[in-house]
T-cell receptor, first 115, second 115 residues
Framework: AQSVAQPEDQVNVAEGNPLTVKCTYS??????LFWYVQYPNRGLQFLLK??????LVKGSYGFEAEFNKSQTSFHLKKPSALVSDSALYFC?????????????FGAGTRLAVHP | DTGVSQDPRHKITKRGQNVTFRCDPI?????LYWYRQTLGQGPEFLTY????????KSRLLSDRFSAERPKGSFSTLEIQRTEQGDSAMYLC?????????????FGAGTRLSVL
């Protein structure tokens, strides 16, 4: 079965510092991986995806993610954090069984960026 | 704003009552998903429609839950005889089975509180 793990409940970083939010995955076959962000009382907003190609994927709001097949990881990164980046971040993997393409989400990581 | 709208945003009900939620997907999207998100967890898949056909249902979807998507446009999710354990955020997502089919766009969700 497809699964993702986000090992950190919360990540704290100072504004202007680089940030990393970790995600590891377990899939059968080629992974289709996603990052979403959720602000309070809002739905999930798509940030970026990895389907194939370059291991470094660039997304919205200056975020990028590095796909590492040998470590089965897909960590989210940003070179310089903003206070406005504080939110809940979810890693997800596509479960393509049956062609239905539902998403399997991790438990989420709360990012707190301090001024 | 992703273009997926959900109504109502909040619903408070008493145990045993029936509730119905509505989701209007992005107009050209033919795939629609419902997810449930409880506090501190990532969204969990409930059910999937392609056009008007409901093609997959999670084991989470007990017989008290029913979903429809008449004419392949908006969708409704009904919960009968609500229980306190049904309290959660119900999220709807839509996508197009084409080049960008892997990106699901989420609505803001309906937060259900069962007293």
């Amino acid at each position: 079965a497809q699964s993702v793990a986000q090992p950190e409940d919360q990540v704290n970083v100072a504004e202007g510092n680089p940030l990393t939010v970790k995600c590891t995955y377990s899939v059968s076959g080629n992974p289709y991986l996603f990052w979403y962000v959720q602000y309070p009382n809002r739905g999930l907003q798509f940030l970026l995806k990895y389907i194939t190609g370059d291991n470094l994927v660039k997304g919205s709001y200056g975020f990028e993610a590095e796909f590492n097949k040998s470590q089965t990881s897909f960590h989210l990164k940003k070179p310089s954090a903003l206070v406005s980046d504080s939110a809940l971040y979810f890693c997800a993997v596509r479960d393509g069984a049956g062609g239905y393409n539902k998403l399997i989400f991790g438990a989420g990581t709360r990012l707190a960026v301090h001024p | 704003d992703t273009g997926v709208s959900q109504d109502p945003r909040h619903k408070i009900t008493k145990r045993g009552q029936n509730v119905t939620f509505r989701c209007d997907p992005i107009s050209e999207h033919n795939r629609l998903y419902w997810y449930r998100q409880t506090l501190g967890q990532g969204p969990e898949f409930l059910t999937y429609f392609q056009n008007e056909a409901q093609l997959e249902k999670s084991r989470l979807l007990s017989d008290r839950f029913s979903a429809e998507r008449p004419k392949g446009s908006f969708s409704t999710l009904e919960i009968q005889r609500t229980e306190q354990g049904d309290s959660a955020m119900y999220l709807c997502a839509s996508t197009w089975a084409g080049l960008e089919e892997n990106i699901q766009y989420f609505g803001a969700g309906t937060r259900l509180s069962v007293l």
